[in-house]
T-cell receptor
Framework: TQLLEQSPQFLSIQEGENLTVYCNSSSVFSSLQWYRQEPGEGPVLLVTVVTGGEVKKLKRLTFQFGDARKDSSLHITAAQPGDTGLYLCAGADRGSTLGRLYFGRGTQLTVWP | NAGVTQTPKFQVLKTGQSMTLQCAQDMNHEYMSWYRQDPGMGLRLIHYSVGAGITDQGEVPNGYNVSRSTTEDFPLRLLSAAPSQTSVYFC????????????FGPGTRLTVL
């Protein structure tokens, strides 16, 4: 059973387009992280959201945590080829051991010049 | 700081062989974990440790052993390799103050023939 469902699984767009990636669950999370992974490397943390309804911006990336803390979204404005990578969401279950994360299966984003 | 280091980068084993994947971190992090990443499956937790001398099982622990004798090192042992263990393995660490924000190593790509 996958605790976190990410959609879409694959996304291929042209440079300059906007996109949104979703991360959904039936569980409530104490926090949710977004990571980006490039080929041959480990995931790198982009952002952590903690409060329901929270919105964080990182340049052209906007992250939102759902009001009920069960879902999150990542919106990229004017995508660039450098945004290409695997985007992973990860949640810390409120009832689990501190540091115990559950990962979604990821969204593979390709941005063409 | 080197962050999280993993060795080897690549490894090929025959079925039934044993080996140890090495992981070290120089950030004095209390929490360390091992994940495996398979295509379309995201990251799945194998074992984790909340401090020296303390380890626990994650989602997919069968066929793997860990120990944590020091804060810095967290080796993962494959007892008798099987083709189903062909995967990319990532080690991660985090501090207690931000336990859900994990730093990942570069990974070990393991093939079991």
């Amino acid at each position: 059973t996958q605790l976190l469902e990410q959609s879409p699984q694959f996304l291929s767009i042209q440079e300059g387009e906007n996109l949104t990636v979703y991360c959904n669950s039936s569980s409530v999370f104490s926090s949710l992280q977004w990571y980006r992974q490039e080929p041959g490397e480990g995931p790198v943390l982009l952002v952590t959201v903690v409060t329901g309804g929270e919105v964080k911006k990182l340049k052209r990336l906007t992250f939102q945590f759902g009001d009920a803390r069960k879902d999150s979204s990542l919106h990229i404005t004017a995508a660039q080829p450098g945004d290409t990578g695997l985007y992973l969401c990860a949640g810390a279950d409120r009832g689990s051991t501190l540091g115990r994360l559950y990962f979604g299966r990821g969204t593979q984003l390709t941005v063409w010049p | 700081n080197a962050g999280v280091t993993q060795t080897p980068k690549f490894q090929v084993l025959k079925t039934g062989q044993s080996m140890t994947l090495q992981c070290a971190q120089d950030m004095n992090h209390e929490y360390m974990s091992w994940y495996r990443q398979d295509p379309g499956m995201g990251l799945r937790l194998i074992h984790y440790s909340v401090g020296a001398g303390i380890t626990d099982q994650g989602e997919v622990p069968n066929g793997y052993n860990v120990s944590r004798s020091t804060t810095e090192d967290f080796p993962l042992r494959l007892l008798s390799a099987a083709p189903s263990q062909t995967s990319v393995y990532f080690c991660a660490s985090s501090s207690w103050t931000s336990a859900n924000e994990q730093f990942f190593g570069p990974g070990t790509r393991l093939t079991v023939l």
